[in-house]
């Protein structure tokens, strides 16, 4: 392991290899693009409108003057780094680390840093966008390094970029010292009003998010119902709370809905601070026969879900993904009064385990981890069910375990491409 001027050397020989040719204009001479009536009047609505892939021809063939950032996570660079564009890069990434000895994990972390900024500034040099930037999921439990990297990323790009962390007590820690540091913060893989509240309160991040579209998915896979509405009225509920805090507490977050599926969750979401959505539903969208007046601010619109009459609702612990109950408030009241600063990971789940609310950041065994990672992004609720049950842990808790699974899986593999292309690189020196 490097520390001190060595460390700081190989930092600043990286930042020198990013920045080379990194010219963007910053609205100087601002692109052109034409503008949407449709995507207009959201604007109108106050919703900022995000488009959630890392491809710049994807990105291309939607981008108007009302979208403002463009969203990558590790399965959307992973999707590009596995297309082969950045194989003559990562070589050339590679001679930058050789001489400083770093271990297996090291280099990880590196070329994970690397590869995202790579990418990002392309972006923000193509769209002149806001863009969030992910870190290795490895850090996702480790408070230090999550905060070294985010603050390396706001040094190469600090007018653009805005650092992805997750929900996770690692993730909750390190955003607080990082938002009291003014750099802008994308707390994601949240999927609950709970969650995004304790997020808010706790550590002020830019944004919080709903991941909507896989708790659709999570009702309609397990044949509970259509799963229709059950993500929209989750987002609505985590909008309703954002705004409290905002105007209680003076906290500026933001609420963005998140993993939308389709064309039609676009209009009935209207109104929300902010949209991030993929290119296949931002191109449906655009080519309904909507017309502008159609569409009307919906956040504070109460949904019916699309479940079965027969779903036992408390059992599932459905109200954990919008509820934010009294005891939760009381529990963050009396965590203001703590040294946060003093606080570790374990310190945090240990003082919402002692005031009632160990449900939402959970201590999960091995096991539990393995099963998750079986599963993918989608739980199988009937390995679930008896303990969510027992209210051992909420269905927001569960869906953050499994999309915190979900995208390890996804950075092992863009790892594993970029030890192919190196060892294949150094073989042919």
């Known amino acids: 392991m490097i520390t001190g001027e060595i460390q700081q050397d190989l930092h600043d020989q990286i930042d020198i290899f990013l920045k080379a040719?990194?010219?963007?204009?910053?609205?100087?001479?601002p692109l052109s693009f034409p503008s949407s009536p449709l995507w207009h009047r959201l604007r109108r609505l106050n919703t900022e409108l995000w488009l959630d892939?890392?491809?710049?021809?994807?990105?291309?063939?939607?981008?108007t003057q009302e979208f403002s950032a463009l969203t990558t996570n590790n399965p959307l660079l992973n999707r590009e780094i596995q297309t082969g564009r950045y194989d003559t890069v990562i070589p050339e990434m590679a001679a930058i680390?050789?001489?400083?000895?770093?271990?297996?994990?090291?280099?990880?972390?590196?070329?994970?840093?690397?590869l995202n900024a790579w990418h990002a500034m392309r972006l923000v040099e193509r769209f002149e966008s806001y863009v969030s930037v992910e870190e290795h999921t490895d850090l996702a439990a480790d408070v230090p390094s999550a905060v070294e990297y985010a603050r390396r990323y706001h040094?190469?790009?600090?007018?653009?970029?805005?650092?992805?962390?997750p929900f996770t007590p690692a993730g909750l820690l390190a955003t607080r010292l990082l938002s009291r540091e003014g750099v802008p913060v994308n707390h994601t893989l949240g999927f609950s009003a709970r969650?995004?509240?304790?997020?808010?309160?706790?550590a002020s991040p830019a944004f919080v998010n709903v991941f909507l579209g896989r708790l659709n998915s999570l009702i309609s896979r397990n044949d509970l119902g259509t799963g229709d509405f059950v993500g929209e009225k989750t987002t609505l509920a985590s909008q309703a709370a954002i705004r409290e805090i905002r105007t209680q507490y003076g906290i500026a977050t933001r609420q963005?809905?998140?993993?939308?599926?389709?064309?039609?969750?676009?209009?009935?979401?209207?109104?929300?601070?902010?949209?991030?959505m993929p290119p296949t539903a931002a191109g449906e969208f655009i080519s309904t026969p909507l017309r502008p007046e159609d569409i009307t601010d919906r956040s504070s619109r109460e949904y019916t879900t699309g479940l079965n009459p027969h779903v036992d609702t408390e059992a599932l612990r459905l109200q954990t993904l919008w509820d934010v109950t009294p005891q939760l408030v009381a529990c963050l009241d009396d965590l203001e009064n703590e040294n946060l600063d003093a606080f570790t990971p374990d310190d945090l789940v240990a003082f919402l385990h002692s005031h009632g609310c160990a449900d939402i950041l959970v201590r999960w065994a091995d096991e539990d981890l393995a099963a998750a990672r079986v599963q993918g992004k989608i739980p199988h609720l009937a390995t679930w069910r008896e303990r969510l049950a027992a209210a051992e842990f909420g269905l927001d808790a569960l869906m953050n375990l499994a999309g915190l699974e979900s995208f390890a899986a996804d950075q092992l593999a863009m790892d594993d491409h970029v030890a192919k292309v190196t060892a294949h690189a150094a073989h042919h020196v």
């Not at 680390?97 to 070329?111: A, G, Q």
């Not at 969650?195 to 706790?202: D, E, I, K, T, V």
């Open 21 to 29: 040719g990194f010219a963007p204009r910053y609205e100087d001479a």
């Open 195 to 202: 969650q995004n509240y304790l997020a808010a309160r706790l």
């Open 155 to 165: 040094r190469l790009c600090p007018e653009r970029f805005i650092v992805k962390i």
């Open 53 to 63: 892939t890392g491809s710049i021809e994807d990105a291309e063939a939607l981008w």
């Open 256 to 276: 963005i809905g998140a993993s939308l599926r389709s064309s039609s969750q676009i209009p009935h979401l209207a109104g929300i601070d902010v949209m991030t």
């Open 97 to 114: 680390l050789e001489p400083y000895n770093l271990t297996d994990r090291e280099k990880r972390l590196e070329f994970a840093f690397m």
